[in-house]
């Protein structure tokens, strides 16, 4: 029997979802804000304060949740998972917000 991969791979998109994050980046020449992040969850979507460093967050049942901007990455672990989770930057979008001379970004 032979499987078509494209459909292979349309059922498993329909199945899986996996957890991701959206961040707005204000930079101005002295320092970055990135405290205005969504974390999406199968379960809805939650405001996260995506800064460099770790934090808790209001996220259901979420005890770690860390970020590293300088490597483009961060990681996240739900109770009851023995191991943590990765997030890595997906695309980084400029967009505009103001004329005070601040760059903006959305990240995935």
């Not at 999406?40 to 259901?60: L, Q, W």
């Amino acid at each position: 029997m032979r499987f078509d991969i494209t459909a292979i791979i349309a059922a498993m998109a329909l199945t899986v979802s996996a957890d991701r994050m959206e961040v707005f980046t204000a930079c101005k020449p002295t320092a970055c804000n990135s405290s205005e992040g969504t974390f999406y969850t199968d379960c809805g979507a939650y405001r996260v304060n995506a800064n460099e460093g770790c934090r808790g967050t209001s996220v259901p049942a979420m005890t770690e949740f860390c970020m590293d901007w300088g490597n483009r990455r961060g990681h996240f672990r739900f109770s009851g998972q023995a191991n943590k989770r990765c997030l890595v930057q997906d695309s980084e979008t400029r967009v505009g917000c103001g004329s005070d001379g601040t760059d903006c970004f959305r990240t995935t």
